[in-house]
């Protein structure tokens, strides 16, 4: 496997699930991969390939929500020249392009009933039927079927085929997302942390302050490894001194003072115009800001009052003060420069 597909953790749900996989890799059966996005599924469905007997033959990979109802037929099974209109010419589906290997189908729970029943027949009878033709083509391809979605509550509601369910279920896989992967974090933070040290060039890895993978490990992680993976990135490559553990975290990108509104939410705001929300649970400011005429001078005066109290109140640590505030730790370093407040007073 290349350095993409290695498989980093040790706690005990996700080396159960790597350890079913390994085991279900040899026998040539159907397998469905269970998981939230981000959770590894197409790694598992290379494992189960490289490691059967079909290693050596194509392993091809199938998104069935990427492609429309209309082509996703024609995409796994092929057609014949003058099938449709626009098809000048024959071509071979998915299931011809991985015969005698595996055909990985990624988000299996977006096929349309009609492309269900086709690759029910595949499955069970090894044959499948360009769309135009008339003669079956035998194909020897083991499938490995991936999804976020609960297929038996989607049979239940009639969306997918009970019988079709039945046979590419000789093994389910199920991935454990990020937050129940108990200690995985810290070395996940740290395989990608070197990697991109490396890429940017650092002599050496600082590593992350107990802060910051402290606040990584209470994060909910919706996105899971992907979303983990661009977090630690992100913090690398923006942390300016690689002689000091990164202590900047940023979770959400997005997130700015500046961030455009959505329309209909602008216009609320334009018509009734509400006096802006103080950050949860803020710190009190010690006393009020100075009456002055200058209104600008006013805003400033508060708004250090506001970042003095903070810091005192969370010993000068940046990355909580931030937090109370309700700013990221680029925005709080930028405001602590305006007001030239980047150490603590002595005592």
Known sequence: MDRDTHFIGQSSAFLDAVERASRAAPMPRSVLVI??????KEL??????SLSARWGEPLVTVNCAA???????AELFGHEAGAFTGATRARAGRFEEADRGTLFLDELGTLSMAAQERLLRAVEYGEVTRIGASRP?????????????SLPAMVEEGRFRAD?????????????PLRARDGDIPELADYYGRRMASEL?????PGFTQGAIEAMETYDWPGNVRELRNVVERATYRWDDPSRPIAAIVF?????????EPEAKAETAQEHQPVPAAPQDPPAAKSEPPLVDDLRAAVEAYERGLLETALEHHRWNQRRAAQALGLTYDQLRHCLKK???TQAPAL
């Open 35 to 40: 998981g939230e996005r981000g959770t590894g």
């Open 44 to 49: 598992i469905a290379q494992r189960l390939h």
């Open 67 to 73: 492609l429309p109802e209309t082509l996703i037929e």
């Open 137 to 149: 083509i035998s194909v020897d391809v083991r499938i490995v079927g991936a999804t976020n979605a």
């Open 164 to 176: 079709l369910l039945d046979r590419l279920s000789f093994e389910v896989i199920t991935l454990p």
């Open 201 to 205: 060039g650092w002599d050496e890895w």
């Open 252 to 260: 959400d990108p997005f997130a700015s003072p500046w961030s455009p």
């Open 339 to 341: 007001h030239k407040l």
